[in-house]
């Protein structure tokens, strides 16, 4: 069983910086592809970045270029660094842990980009 709680979100106005942790619990970090997802009002739950466990990453397009995901195995933590912070970035930032076989998900942690 593994438990996901995610850290750091907060309000910051338009071209700030904001980094998300999330932590997670129980055995075999190393071994799940993580991911961060967010859910704007009103919309759709979407795939932001993802880390797999051989670390390649993935990243939304509407993100490339100002979001960084990575992992530190140690802690069992995943963090997303967001610079460049657009109003419409606004959202609840998910953790998500899979190992295929089964999904954890967190409560998320709300950004809001306004000034």
């Known amino acids: 069983q593994v438990q996901v709680v995610e850290f750091g979100g907060g309000l910051v106005q338009p071209g700030g910086s904001l980094r998300l942790s999330c932590a997670a619990s129980?055995?075999?970090?190393?071994?799940?592809?993580m991911d961060w997802y967010r859910q704007a009002p009103g919309k759709q739950r979407e795939l932001v970045a993802q880390i797999q466990n051989d670390e390649t990453t993935y990243y939304t397009a509407p993100v490339k270029g100002r979001f960084t995901i990575t992992r530190d195995n140690a802690k069992n933590t995943v963090y997303l660094q967001m610079n460049s912070l657009k109003p419409e970035d606004t959202a609840v930032y998910y953790c998500h842990a899979t190992d295929y076989r089964t999904d954890y998900w967190g409560q998320g942690t709300r950004v809001t980009v306004s000034s």
């Open positions: 129980g055995s075999g970090f190393n071994h799940y592809d």
